[in-house]
C-alpha cells in the first residue's frame, strides 16, 4: 500500500520557468491538500480539494494553481516559478470531511523539494 | 485567529530520559487535535489525535498525549526515549467547521548517548 505518492523527489527551477508536481493517493480518499513547509514556519496549506471535482484556496495561493484530476490525483502547478517558492511542498489526503465533522487525520506523502534559482 | 503554539524550537534530551513537548492553541472552541512526527526527509506521521472523551490519549511508538482544556494545551510524552525518536515533531488543530489543519511552528528533538 503506497499511501501518498509525489513526483518528483527534487526539482530545480529557473526563475520563470513552469512546473506542476504531481500527487496520487490509493487508499480512496476524497480530500486531498497541498501544503509548502518553510524553516520556522511550519507547514501552510496552499490549496485543497474537499471532494472530487472540488477545489479551495488555503492560506498562501498566490503563485499557484491546481487541478483535481480525478479521485486519486491532485496537481499543483507553479506558472511562472520565483525564488520566494523554494520550499518544501507537500501533499495529503483524508477521508471525506463534511463541515461540523472534520475530525480525520491526514495522510502526507514523503514531499518534493523545490529550489528555484 | 486560529493558532497552534509551539514554545520550543529545539530540544536535547539523553537516551532514556523522559520527554515532554509542549503545544497550545488559541480561539475559544476546543479543536481536534494532533500530534505529527517528521523525520529527516520524510513526510508526516500521524503519532496521535485527539477528538473528544478520555483527555489523555495514546498514540504509536509509545507516546501519549494528554489534553487540558483548562490550559488549552496538548502535550506530547514519552517516558523514555530511544535514539530513532530523534526527529521533528508537529502539533496540529483543526477548528469546527473549517477545512484548514493548523500547524504549529514545530519542535527538533535531539537525543543524545
Known amino acids: 500500500n503506497a499511501g501518498v505518492t509525489q513526483t518528483p523527489k527534487f526539482q530545480v527551477l529557473k526563475t520563470g520557468q513552469s512546473m506542476t508536481l504531481q500527487c496520487a493517493q490509493d487508499?480512496?480518499?476524497?480530500?486531498m491538500y497541498w501544503y509548502r513547509q518553510d524553516p520556522g514556519m511550519g507547514l501552510r496549506l496552499i490549496y485543497y480539494?474537499?471532494?472530487?471535482?472540488?477545489?479551495d484556496k488555503g492560506e498562501v495561493p498566490n503563485g499557484y494553481n491546481v487541478s483535481r484530476l480525478n479521485k486519486r490525483e491532485f496537481s499543483l502547478r507553479l506558472e511562472s516559478a520565483a525564488p520566494s517558492q523554494t520550499s518544501v511542498y507537500f501533499c495529503?489526503?483524508?477521508?471525506?470531511?463534511?463541515?461540523?465533522?472534520?475530525?480525520?487525520?491526514?495522510?502526507f506523502g514523503d514531499g518534493t523539494r523545490l529550489s528555484i534559482l | 485567529a486560529q493558532s497552534v503554539t509551539q514554545p520550543d524550537i529545539h530540544i536535547t534530551v539523553s537516551e532514556g530520559a523522559s520527554l515532554e513537548l509542549r503545544c497550545n492553541y488559541s480561539?475559544?472552541?476546543?479543536?481536534?487535535l494532533f500530534w505529527y512526527v517528521q523525520s529527516p526527509g520524510q513526510g508526516l506521521q500521524l503519532l496521535l489525535k485527539?477528538?473528544?472523551?478520555?483527555?489523555l490519549v495514546q498514540g504509536i511508538k509509545g507516546f501519549e498525549a494528554e489534553f487540558k482544556r483548562s490550559q488549552s494545551s496538548f502535550n506530547l510524552r514519552k517516558p523514555s526515549v530511544h535514539w530513532s525518536d530523534a526527529a521533528e515533531y508537529f502539533c496540529?488543530?483543526?477548528?469546527?467547521?473549517?477545512?484548514?489543519?493548523?500547524f504549529g511552528t514545530g519542535t527538533r528533538l535531539t537525543i543524545i548517548p
Open positions: 495529503a489526503s483524508s477521508v471525506y470531511v463534511i463541515i461540523g465533522q472534520n475530525n480525520q487525520p491526514q495522510h
Open positions: 487508499m480512496n480518499h476524497n480530500s
Open positions: 480539494s474537499a471532494s472530487e471535482g472540488t477545489t
Open positions: 480561539y475559544g472552541a476546543t479543536p481536534y
Open positions: 485527539y477528538f473528544s472523551g478520555d483527555t
Open positions: 496540529a488543530a483543526r477548528w469546527f467547521g473549517n477545512e484548514k489543519l493548523t
